[in-house]
């Protein structure tokens, strides 16, 4: 269950671009690309701000303990596929940058 909703944000938007036209230019491709990472960083955030407000919710005592360690830890998952997602982006953009021409 963990797992599904911290890949949600991730597969979400990859089913929505299915269902679009693919670009045939290469701007297009970019463009398509930038959406999905900013839909991805968005969700992210957003599972963020919902362990800050449960967290809150639960110092005043109107929320489990287990509700808050369940939002913590997916939004940890979130976080580190995120940060792995950055890295793989970061290792092929300096391959490309060392492949000679």
Known sequence: MIQ??????FTQPAAAAASNKVPD?????????????????DGVSAQEKNVHNLNDKF????????????????????????????NRVIEAYQEIMRTQM
């Open 25 to 41: 230019s290469a701007a297009g491709l970019t463009r398509s690309f930038g959406e999905f990472l900013k839909n991805a960083i």
């Open 59 to 86: 110092l005043v005592g109107q929320a489990e303990v287990t509700d808050v360690m369940v939002a913590s830890q997916q939004a940890e998952l979130s976080l580190k596929l995120t940060s792995q997602v950055r």
């Open 4 to 9: 599904g909703a911290a890949l949600s944000n």
